[in-house]
């Protein structure tokens, strides 16, 4: 589940599609990895892991912004309807 997450999720995050729900995703990911396997090598072992919950949590809040996919999409959808 977590190599999937991980590996689909970085694919999104690449292309900027479904943005949101992928960054949520990586943070649960990350968060177990943190606490249920890197929990007792300190703050140096966690560092990767605490990168990229740093990152989940900034697209989380933000989005992909207006060149990812989710913006190319919801200016087709808008446009069509109008």
Do not use: Y
């Amino acid at each position: 589940m977590g190599a999937a997450s991980e590996a689909i999720g970085g694919l999104f995050w690449a292309l900027g599609f479904n943005t949101r729900m992928t960054s949520f995703l990586i943070m649960c990911t990350m968060l177990t990895a943190i606490f249920l396997q890197k929990w007792g090598e300190g703050t140096w072992g966690m560092l990767p892991a605490m990168g990229f919950l740093w990152i989940a949590m900034f697209t989380l809040v933000l989005g992909s912004g207006r060149f990812g996919l989710d913006a190319v999409i919801s200016r087709k959808f808008n446009q069509s309807k109008s």
